[in-house]
């Protein structure tokens, strides 16, 4: 992610309790999203975020609604159509014993919530994290409501063993 759009917020922030936050990138930033996420354009993106403290991080709780316009792999043409997603992150300062120890081996439990994300400083950047978000909601085989594909075949080509048959066999 660029710095074309960033919500930063600092840890110390949510020495307050917990912090809502709405991030509405304006038309200049969402161009720059869309080309990175290789949409044709995002018309609209709205982002409520709940930022509040966890062990010594914080946990982020984001809900986006997105207008996305895409092109239909099927009929070529640009559509849009809505985009929601929600998203839970625990994110926890560099240093911290609740960081995951990048020596140890990591064990892939599918059904165990993912390790907090370790922070380069003491700043969240919000924004990233819905972009990410974001982008993993994006259809990368969209289409067009309503339209079906058909695949036609075409004429059978024979195979070269079904001619050398046909060679062989005079009846064939």
Same mark, same amino acid.
């Given at each position: 992610?660029? /710095?074309?759009?960033?919500?930063?917020?600092? !840890?110390?922030? =949510?020495?307050?309790?917990?912090?809502?936050?709405?991030?509405?990138?304006?038309?200049?930033?969402?161009?720059?999203? /869309?080309?990175?996420?290789?949409?044709?354009? !995002?018309?609209? =993106?709205?982002?409520e975020l709940e930022v509040r403290p966890w062990l010594d991080g914080a946990e982020i709780i984001g809900r986006f609604q997105a207008q996305v316009e895409q092109t239909c792999g099927v009929t070529l043409e640009d559509f849009e159509q809505p985009l929601s997603g929600a998203f839970e992150v625990q994110v926890v300062p560099a240093g911290s014993p609740h960081a995951p120890d990048e020596d140890s081996e990591m064990e892939l439990d599918l059904e165990a919530p993912d390790p907090p994300d370790v922070l380069a400083g003491d700043a969240i950047d919000l924004a990233a994290y819905v972009f990410e978000h974001l982008a993993l909601e994006v259809d990368p085989f969209p289409r067009k409501p309503g339209v079906n594909f058909e695949f036609d075949a075409g004429p059978e080509d024979d195979s070269p063993f079904a001619v050398l048959k046909r060679l062989q066999d005079p009846k064939g």
């Open positions: 992610m660029t /710095a074309a759009w960033s919500g930063m917020m600092r !840890l110390g922030e =949510l020495s307050q309790g917990p912090r809502t936050v709405v991030l509405e990138p304006d038309a200049e930033q969402r161009a720059q999203i /869309a080309r990175q996420i290789d949409v044709v354009s !995002l018309p609209a =993106l709205r982002v």
